[in-house]
């Protein structure tokens, strides 16, 4: 049956507020829908539900939580409404994997039953303690006020690998409390804690005034934790920083580490979620544990202006290492950018991007991104090609493989770089760069790249493209995947996602590889030196109406050296 009518009238109310207001595809700050948040569709729209990103069956989920691996599986825990397809009522959702792309769901692990948070279980990590089992710390909300506190929940059976019931010990909880002063809605998001020189270390994500800042702790025994005297790092008009992650890296392989890691051997990434933004940012820098203080490179900016994990819709990241196969893997939520009234009425919103392994760049200048090795074990179907030469307007389309649900890696060479546009130095912006010279304006090296999910007469279609320009003393070169012609429909949230991308070009050679899943295209360029996964919605290119094309629309001529496409499997999911 369909929803009464005054109730749609609302929905459409709360849509266009939702619309007028978005940031970047994603809520600037979860939008509050009391009306909304029980409400549970008769039956679960399928048509822009992903094949093999993870996501529950039905209802909200956002933010990846804990995620570990433990006693041969992997958990990964998600805020998710378990009555509603909008944020509220928000509980930890809870599955389990043996290869991180097929999961069974479990009884959520947290529900706010506490004094200390009655008002909300927010985001947090999980820590594998010696001798204890997994610990989880998680952000408590503990009045009306939304004053937030850090909490801890231990397995009722550390011996079940599933670890089905967790609870939380009213002795010791919650083990952080904001000092006097500071804005208590401002300090969330406890990281993974790392053991060195006799204790436990932990950052909660905060502000003051306008300055983002993360809290350092330190604690003996897990459970009496007191802040250092200085944030480990801050940084000033960035506002508040959602969900740190501080982790080291190999300077020598593409192994990822133990959180507990220093030395000379490595550098330390230190991650933020900035609430203002809706971006994950990140700089490369040393931590000095002796002084509790970490400081970033002066290769890239320390702020908005700074390196992201992913250039699209992809926030509230949180990484973990795996000792199965010593990879450091990174989670991301893509929330949805249609309306607040489409969520209702299709039954679920939010995703989880592809499990990424990450590891530092050889240039020590930035991370490399790769899905999991994994998810090549879905691929079936396969096409390729070599050799094909795309002259100026010229397109080919991928045929054999079932284009809404791909996974496709293609390598491209140019003859000559000399054809390319200048570029101006007031283009610091990439996302205004590409909706300023999409895939339809025709350059000199680009625009060259794929159209994906396409309808068969390129009424719609999503370009994942490069376009090179050419600066007084190197070549730029920005990757876009540009949402505005993704769907007929109007009243989507349809942004030029773009980047630049930091890569030699001595060899006159670029690759991409795009995953493609119905609603889903999440791209990784330059062999994953830059990403940007986007959030479409076609209505004429779905299931077998979808198509896949090469195209160049550039002067110079561009040689698809070698492309590689696969229909992909469903994942097992719930």
Request: net charge positive; aromatic share 12%; with cysteine.
């Amino acid at each position: 049956m369909g929803l009464p009518k005054c109730l749609n009238f609302l929905i459409l109310a709360w849509s266009l507020y939702v619309i007028c207001n978005k940031k970047n595809g994603v809520e600037g700050l979860h939008k509050i829908y009391p009306q909304l948040q029980s409400i549970s569709a008769p039956s679960v729209g399928t048509l822009h539900q992903t094949g093999y990103h993870f996501q529950p069956p039905r209802n909200w989920i956002n933010d990846p939580n804990a995620p570990m691996y433990y006693k041969g599986l992997y958990h990964l825990f998600y805020q998710y409404n378990p009555k509603g397809s909008v944020w509220g009522n928000i509980v930890w959702g809870h599955s389990v994997s043996t290869d991180l792309i097929n999961w069974k769901v479990l009884e959520p692990a947290l529900y706010p039953d506490k004094p200390f948070d009655r008002y909300g279980v927010w985001s947090g990590s999980a820590t594998v303690v010696p001798g204890r089992g997994p610990i989880i710390l998680y952000t408590g909300v503990i009045d009306e006020r939304s004053n937030e506190v850090q909490c801890y929940a231990i397995p009722a059976n550390a011996s079940d690998p599933f670890l089905r019931k967790w609870v939380k010990p009213d002795d010791y909880n919650p083990i952080a409390i904001i000092e006097q002063g500071v804005n208590g809605s401002a300090f969330r998001d406890p990281t993974t804690a790392w053991w060195i020189d006799g204790h436990w270390k932990m950052l909660v994500g905060a502000k003051k005034k306008h300055r983002g800042e993360a809290y350092l702790y330190n604690s003996k025994d897990f459970v009496n934790w007191v802040r250092a005297k200085h944030p480990i790092h801050s940084v000033p008009n960035t506002g508040m920083w959602e969900c740190p992650d501080l982790y080291p890296v190999s300077l020598r392989s593409k192994k990822g580490l133990d959180t507990s890691i220093v030395g000379n051997s490595v550098k330390h990434v230190l991650k933020n979620s900035l609430d203002v933004t809706r971006y994950d940012y990140y700089t490369v820098g040393t931590y000095l544990w002796k002084k509790d203080k970490y400081i970033p490179d002066n290769t890239s900016e320390d702020g908005w202006g700074g390196l992201r994990y992913d250039y699209g819709n992809f926030y509230a990241s949180k990484s973990f290492f795996d000792p199965s196969k010593n990879r450091r893997i990174i989670w991301g939520w893509a929330n949805e950018s249609d309306s607040t009234e489409d969520d209702v009425k299709k039954g679920w919103a939010g995703i989880q991007g592809i499990p990424r392994s990450v590891w530092l760049d050889p240039s020590g200048r930035q991370l490399v991104q790769w899905p999991v090795e994994e998810l090549n074990n879905l691929r079936k179907k396969e096409v390729q090609t070599s050799n094909q030469i795309l002259q100026k307007g010229d397109y080919f389309e991928v045929k054999g493989i079932t284009a809404a649900q791909a996974d496709v890696e293609v390598t491209f060479s140019f003859s000559s770089l000399n054809k390319a546009e200048p570029f101006d130095p007031r283009w610091v912006n990439a996302q205004d760069l590409c909706a300023q010279k999409g895939s339809k304006i025709q350059g000199g090296v680009g625009p060259f790249g794929l159209l994906t999910l396409a309808s068969k007469r390129l009424e719609e279609f999503t370009p994942v493209f490069f376009r090179i320009f050419k600066a007084p003393n190197k070549h730029v070169i920005l990757m876009c995947s540009d949402a505005s012609s993704s769907s007929l429909a109007n009243e989507l949230y349809k942004p030029s996602f773009a980047g630049f991308v930091d890569v030699n070009l001595a060899n006159k050679k670029l690759s991409l590889r795009s995953l493609i899943d119905h609603s889903v295209v999440e791209s990784f360029g330059a062999g994953g030196r830059t990403n940007i996964l986007s959030r479409v919605y076609p209505t004429l290119a779905v299931d077998n109406h979808a198509h896949l094309f090469v195209f160049n629309n550039g002067t110079e001529k561009i040689t698809v050296k070698s492309l590689k496409a696969w229909s992909m499997r469903s994942a097992n999911i719930n």
